[in-house]
């Protein structure tokens, strides 16, 4: 059989925010996984069209298409292309579950959740010449999954290759995450086995690692586990977690120990009360300052997810927000505009009170204002959230944020990442466009192995210092 697997992306001619730097990022992991389960003999092509040309006059047995909300009208028009040939056509993703009717007219088969035990189910349903229309995942394990087909993906098109994921889904339950919709009917939270985890990080090459969790730390005894494993492998990493969780025992610690370098964190709001609203129990009363100043004092760098435009924001939350990251020396944030999911119980509560603008999805990307806020207006929550963007960035408070590191080796690596990430964007943008990236990563590669060995060499005297601390 001839299969074709496409992630769809928005175009750069049609979008004003095409971000090369943003969208060469990482590669489809979730459609590598799903190929692992096709059979030796049948011919497999892996496209991303965020990193390279999709041709559509060719005529697979079936297509299979990944679709997330801003990218459905696109995947929706690739659908109808290659049906009008009479190819098979399979839409999943998270989009697919959250608007399954929606998606069901652009395909031959949906799959509402996650694939891991229903396309294997498809395949052989295909096979014998009885697809399903609708196939709904209840089953939810990471036990038997096959090794990701990283042979399909082409390395050289991404500034992180090496992404991996070793878990499903949160323990939480935010009101606006995407979560509780795809994981519906079965466990929202799974890891895979520890020894499969570390087999799938010994087959990726060079040092750097970038996990794709939504919470790596959110068993507690897995990631202890997993990171003992680490210890030795000599790896560096990046990862994402909970502010709750880098405050809890000495998980953090362990993970410093085993390699990671930098955590993505949700800080989301600084106000009680939006946190109460939206649900983010893990950050309640919980001070952020401590949990920030563990992580530099690990020597790990803090990626701060803030969303702007919750019902206690009003027009004094950009300023205060950006002031208080840069004071805390945050090295990079990211800025949401809160965004309904269709599926979140943010959606419904919106939905119910009339609240939501429209339902243009390629619009949906949690840049532009698709809902009325309660205390300002769409347009001041859209330039106040340029404004941060902007005022974040700047050199005057990248400066502010790397002097508030101790020690000029913390401080200097503030610095670069922060410069090096929005201010040297359009030379990033160069290097992929003009296809330079392969030559540039075993430079990149070098100076983080650098770093690492600094890093390395500091740790041992810690952890000389400090003896059974992991
Ligand atoms: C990596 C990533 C990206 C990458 C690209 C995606 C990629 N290369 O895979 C980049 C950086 C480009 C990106 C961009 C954006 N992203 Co993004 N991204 C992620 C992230 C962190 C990991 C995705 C991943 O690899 N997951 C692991 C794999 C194993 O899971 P999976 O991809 O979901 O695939 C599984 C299932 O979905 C299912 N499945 C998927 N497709 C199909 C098809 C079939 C036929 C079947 C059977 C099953 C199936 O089976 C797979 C295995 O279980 C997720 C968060 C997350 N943890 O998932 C957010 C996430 C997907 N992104 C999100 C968003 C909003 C965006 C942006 C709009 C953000 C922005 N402001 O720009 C853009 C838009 C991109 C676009 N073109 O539309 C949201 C999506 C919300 C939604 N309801 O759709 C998420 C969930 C983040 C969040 N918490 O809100 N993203």
Redesign the pocket.
Known sequence: MKVKFI????LEAKSP?WRPI??????????A??AAYLAVDDAVDLI?E?VETLRTDDEPDLV????????AY?AYAIADQYRVRGCYV?????????MPDEAAAHAD???L????E??PQ?LCDLRDGRPKRR?TSPVRTLDHVPPVRRDLIKRELYLVPN?I?VS?GCPHHCDF???D??FEGGRGFYTQRVDAALAEIERLPGRHLYF???HLLGNARFARALFDGMRGMNRVWQAAATVDSILRGDLIECAAQAGLRSLFVGFETLSQDNLRASNKKQNLRRSYAEAIARLHSLGIMINGSFVFGMDDDGPDVFERTVEWAVRQGITTATF?IL?P???TALYQRMHAAGRLLHSDWSR????QVVFKPARLTPDKLKTGYDRAYREFYTWFNIARGALSHVGVKHQLKHFAYAAGWKKFEPLWNFLIKTRRLPHMLPLLESILSELQKTKTRHQTTDRLEEPGSC
């Open positions: 992630l769809p992306a928005l925010f943003k969208y060469s990022l990482f590669p489809p992991l979730g459609l996984t799903l991303d965020h299979v298409i990944q679709v997330y909300i801003t990218n696109r399979a839409l999943g993703g998270l989009h697919v579950t959250s088969s949906i799959f959740g996650p694939g891991e229903t396309f498809f196939y992404s994921v499903r995450c995407y979560k919709a795809f794709l969790d939504d949401h965004t999911y269709p599926g949906y990307d949690t840049r």
